[in-house]
Nanobody, 121 residues
Framework: VQLQASGGGLVQPGRSLRLSCTAS????????IGWFRQAPGKEREAFSC???????WYEEYVKGRFTISRDNAKKTVFLQMNNLKPEDNGVYYC????????????????WGQGTLVTVSS
């Protein structure tokens, strides 16, 4: 059972990245998937989530810029990040929740290893 986050990198402000969260060894169908990020020197925090039925949630600071989606056939959840800002810097994690979206990371079960996003000119 493994969850892998990928797609991070170095981009200039205003550009885009698409992150992927892919499961292996199990199906994502019945899980909510949350995205978290940990900025340098700060605690990890949830900022987006998609339920098993496709309902989405975003923190205010990413609304209108980030879009979460899922493709259960590919066992993958995507995070399209547009108009990236330096304050979006950090390590991005995805995780599974057995019930529904939640902002509390201790409720999530399986975690990806994290992918680094650096927004800099």
């Amino acid at each position: 059972v493994q969850l892998q986050a990928s797609g991070g990198g170095l981009v200039q402000p205003g550009r885009s990245l698409r992150l992927s969260c892919t499961a292996s060894g199990f199906s994502l169908d019945y899980y909510a998937i949350g995205w978290f990020r940990q900025a340098p020197g700060k605690e990890r925090e949830a900022f987006s989530c998609i339920s098993s039925r496709g309902s989405t949630w975003y923190e205010e600071y990413v609304k209108g810029r980030f879009t979460i989606s899922r493709d259960n056939a590919k066992k993958t959840v995507f995070l399209q990040m547009n108009n990236l800002k330096p304050e979006d810097n950090g390590v991005y994690y995805c995780a599974t929740h057995p019930l529904t979206c939640s902002e509390y990371d201790n409720e999530y079960e399986f975690w990806g290893q994290g992918t680094l996003v650096t927004v800099s000119s």
